[in-house]
Structures are given as structure tokens and as C-alpha cells.
């Protein structure tokens, strides 16, 4: 069964501690990977799609990584308003438009 | 500016009722769904629509009906049937046809029950 499964549940950061968020999946020839950012109340702010491993993406303090079984977020110098909950979705071979979600991690930065 | 907006933010449903969650996309895309989000759990699919007057079931479909008269509206009706309908509910768009299958998201609808 295709699965994602994301790591940790939940990560506390002092401000400018930078560090990763993990991303897994079983998913064999997947047709993309995705990162999404969440605040509370409010709905999934796209921030990266990746194709192939070796591929990075970046954007401001964010930079997606992937390989063949995960996908990393890192985190560089973080500060309070980086607080979310980021959330991970593969595209599988066998699906024509459902996404496979992961229950994302919350990520809290400490002033 | 291009967008998703689902409304109303926060509605409440009574026993025994039904009650509809409005998607409006403003993107031209041609796919659109609905996912339910419940704490600790990943989104889960309960319709979606590759093109006007046509849409497909998700994961967990029951107790749930949608339409899909205009290319830019979704709505979703949560049925008396759905016996457990407190939850956070987003819909989202995406262009296949770019080749790009990111999706982009309203900012929800939070259901609860009186």
C-alpha cells in the first residue's frame, strides 16, 4: 500500500536553530512530491513540487531535498513566523489525480 | 488576484440536517476537490472533479454529495447520513492539463454540530 509518512510529529526550534523536517514514502515511480506550509484556521500554502531525486527546491529559509524513499524540508536560521504546520503529498503511478498526504509536522520557533 | 474562496469560514449543522459548503475558483482550472482534515491525520479525499458535469468519489465519500454545473464552483453537501461530520473541510483546484498536479487550496470551512 503507497504511504507517506512524515517525521517528526512535532519539532521545537529555538530562533535560528536550523534543522530538518523528514518525509517518507513507499510510493515506487512517484510523478511528483509536494510541500505545503499550514496555519492555523487557514487552508495548505503551496510551497515546492520535486520530480526526481537529486532535485532541490529553495525559498527564503526553506530548502526541499529528494531521494528515492524521502524528501527532506530544511530549515535554515528559522524565526517565529516560520511556526506551521508543514505537510508533505506524493503523486503515485497508479492514481490519475489523488494525491497520498502525510500528517504533516508541526513546527514551532521559539523567539 | 487568482484564488480559492470557500464559504461560509465556520457553520454549524443541526441533527437530522443537511448543509452545503460553497467552493468558488477564480484559477480557470479544470480539476477540482474536497478534503476533510482531521487533527493528527492527513487530508483525506472525499470527492473530485476532472471536468464540468463530472465528478468521481474519494476515500471516504459517503454521507456526502457534490455538483459540478460551472467550471468555476464545487459545492459539497454534507448529508444527514454523515454521522460524523465535525471537521475542518478545504477544497482545492489544479491544472492537469499544464502537466503540473500541485494543488491549490481555500482557506476552509470548519463544520461543527450543535
Known amino acids: 500500500e503507497d504511504q507517506v509518512t512524515q517525521s517528526p510529529e512535532a519539532l521545537r526550534l529555538q530562533e535560528g536553530e536550523s534543522s530538518s523536517l523528514n518525509c517518507s514514502y513507499t510510493?515506487?515511480?512517484?510523478?511528483?512530491l509536494f510541500w505545503y506550509r499550514q496555519d492555523p484556521g487557514k487552508g495548505p500554502e503551496f510551497l515546492f513540487t520535486l520530480y526526481s531525486a537529486g532535485e532541490e527546491k529553495e525559498k527564503e529559509r526553506l530548502k526541499a531535498t529528494l531521494t528515492k524513499k524521502e524528501s527532506f524540508l530544511h530549515i535554515t536560521a528559522p524565526k517565529p513566523e516560520d511556526s506551521a504546520t508543514y505537510l508533505c503529498?506524493?503523486?503515485?503511478?497508479?492514481?490519475?489525480?489523488?494525491?497520498?498526504w502525510g500528517a504533516g509536522t508541526k513546527l514551532i520557533i521559539k523567539p | 488576484d487568482g484564488g480559492i474562496t470557500q464559504s461560509p469560514k465556520y457553520l454549524f449543522r443541526k441533527e437530522g440536517q443537511n448543509v452545503t459548503l460553497s467552493c468558488e475558483q477564480n484559477l480557470n482550472h479544470d480539476a477540482m476537490y474536497w478534503y476533510r482534515q482531521d487533527p493528527g491525520q492527513g487530508l483525506r479525499l472525499i470527492y473530485y472533479s476532472q471536468i464540468v458535469n463530472d465528478f468521481q468519489k474519494g476515500d471516504i465519500a459517503e454521507g456526502y454529495s457534490v455538483s459540478r454545473e460551472k467550471k468555476e464552483s464545487f459545492p459539497l453537501t454534507v448529508t444527514s447520513a454523515q454521522k460524523n461530520p465535525t471537521a475542518f473541510y478545504l477544497c482545492a483546484s489544479s491544472d492537469p492539463g499544464t502537466g503540473n498536479r500541485a494543488q491549490h487550496f481555500g482557506d476552509g470551512t470548519r463544520l461543527s454540530i450543535l
Open positions: 503529498a506524493v503523486y503515485p503511478p497508479s492514481s490519475n489525480y489523488q494525491l497520498i
Open positions: 510510493v515506487s515511480g512517484l510523478r511528483g
